[in-house]
């Protein structure tokens, strides 16, 4: 049973940067896409980012280009959310998911498994 955990978040400053960990267990790592999502309170989930199972390949939603970076490190089955920059608006809930399919996903359904989330919170 493939479980993902994330970890990092916290309280933050406007203008820090952060660095989110999600660790895939129970299979491995190398095997899947791993994509990033975030939802803040009253909002749906959006779709920050993904990295293929390559490693060599990332995509992120317009916006976010420039502010996030996605890598990965298969050896220790863990996957990275850096943040740059942080604002208040950035302030949610971040989801890691891993998905089979190949290429770089861009929407929920599309993503297998999923962690529980880490919150991160920003202050003005």
């Known amino acids: 049973q493939v479980q993902l955990v994330e970890s990092g978040g916290g309280l933050v400053q406007a203008g820090d940067s952060l660095r989110l960990s999600c660790v895939l267990s129970g299979g491995s790592l190398s095997t899947y896409g791993m994509g990033w999502f975030r939802q803040a309170p009253g909002k749906d989930r959006e779709f920050v980012g993904v990295?293929?199972?390559?490693?060599?390949?990332?995509y992120f939603e317009e916006y976010m280009k420039g502010q996030f970076t996605i890598s990965r490190d298969d050896a220790e089955n863990t996957v990275y959310l850096q943040i740059h920059s942080l604002k208040p608006e950035d302030a949610a809930v971040y989801y890691c998911?891993?998905?089979?399919?190949?290429?770089?996903?861009?929407?929920?359904?599309?993503?297998?498994?999923w962690g529980q989330g880490t919150q991160v919170t920003v202050s003005s």
């Open positions: 998911a891993a998905t089979l399919l190949a290429g770089l996903p861009n929407r929920d359904h599309r993503f297998d498994y």
């Open positions: 990295i293929n199972r390559a490693g060599s390949k990332t």
